[in-house]
């Protein structure tokens, strides 16, 4: 048993059922070890995680090819700030 198993302070009653989460698909990619360093310093200036950092990056490069789904992109038909 874990010292998490042990704890005697978790009500096992006091569950509560919460809709699963929506998992994405998983990409890996390889990088020059000073590029994801210097990446990783972007991300923890930014207060963000490196997964995080890289969705942001891709999805600017989907609104560059017109393809971005976010609500407020410029490139989307009628989307945009007016």
Do not use: H, W
Not at 34 to 60: E, H, I, K, M, T
Not at 69 to 76: A, E, M, Q
């Amino acid at each position: 048993m874990t010292d998490v198993d042990q704890r005697d302070d978790i009500d096992p009653t006091s569950a509560v059922a919460v809709e699963p989460a929506k998992l994405g698909t998983i990409v890996s990619l390889r990088l020059p070890g000073d590029f994801a360093a210097a990446l990783r310093d972007v991300a923890n200036r930014r207060g963000v995680s490196l997964s995080d950092l890289l969705r942001y990056a891709a999805g600017g490069v989907l609104c560059e090819e017109g393809m971005c789904t976010c609500p407020s992109c410029p490139s989307r038909k009628g989307g945009g700030a007016a």
